[in-house]
T-cell receptor, first 110, second 114 residues
Framework: QQPVQSPQAVILREGEDAVINCSSSKALYSVHWYRQKHGEAPVFLMILLKGGEQKGHDKISASFNEKKQQSSLYLTASQLSYSGTYFCGTDTFGNEKLTFGTGTRLTIIP | DSGVTQTPKHLITATGQRVTLRCSPRSGDLSVYWYQQSLDQGLQFLIQYYNGEERAKGNILERFSAQQFPDLHSELNLSSLELGDSALYFC?????????????FGQGTRLTVV
């Protein structure tokens, strides 16, 4: 079953923070985050495995709450280059395949 | 550049026809994934191959088939094409077969069925 992402779209000014949420109705083994710019291929951001870990690089981080079957992606002090559509992909335990959400379109304006 | 090469970039064909999409994974990657992306469906996992063998199957229609060759390149065959098959088809590759590895996407093949 497809995970639900929220919000569907968000517009921010450069320097503002954003949070993108990903929720599943099934128990999750891992959550993957990708960013896709218009007309380009999705680009890997990070994987979070069960255990409630938090990861991050640069000003983009994510958390994974296994009990709530949710993950959140945090973008701090957003830059113009952060614009794009963010997808979460979920792997339910032992499924061996990713199911992607419908995406969150993030637009950063100067 | 992700290192994953997909050909052709664009394909326009008529309903009922058959097409083949090709993917060359990153050097050294053993696993290849195929995804379909359409406006209303998002990214849909189709199928995964690992070192020549089918590893996982998603929502792939019976009219579609894929294979991975000994040199690790992969082909996705789409037959009896319908208008609804128009979409962007992505290939991705990863070093290992497990799902919890970073995948690198190619630039995609845009298929238009008229």
């Amino acid at each position: 079953q497809q995970p639900v992402q929220s919000p569907q779209a968000v517009i921010l000014r450069e320097g503002e923070d954003a949070v993108i949420n990903c929720s599943s109705s099934k128990a999750l083994y891992s959550v993957h985050w990708y960013r896709q710019k218009h007309g380009e291929a999705p680009v890997f951001l990070m994987i979070l495995l069960k255990g409630g870990e938090q990861k991050g690089h640069d000003k983009i981080s994510a958390s994974f709450n296994e009990k709530k079957q949710q993950s959140s992606l945090y973008l701090t002090a957003s830059q113009l280059s952060y614009s794009g559509t963010y997808f979460c992909g979920t792997d339910t335990f032992g499924n061996e395949k990713l199911t992607f959400g419908t995406g969150t379109r993030l637009t950063i304006i100067p | 550049d992700s290192g994953v090469t997909q050909t052709p970039k664009h394909l326009i064909t008529a309903t009922g026809q058959r097409v083949t999409l090709r993917c060359s994974p990153r050097s050294g990657d053993l696993s290849v994934y195929w995804y379909q992306q359409s406006l209303d469906q998002g990214l849909q996992f189709l199928i995964q191959y690992y070192n020549g063998e089918e590893r996982a199957k998603g929502n792939i229609l019976e009219r579609f088939s894929a294979q991975q060759f000994p040199d690790l390149h992969s082909e996705l065959n789409l037959s009896s094409l319908e208008l609804g098959d128009s979409a962007l088809y992505f290939c991705a590759s990863s070093a290992q077969g497990g799902v919890n590895t970073e995948a690198f996407f190619g630039q995609g093949t845009r298929l238009t069925v008229v």
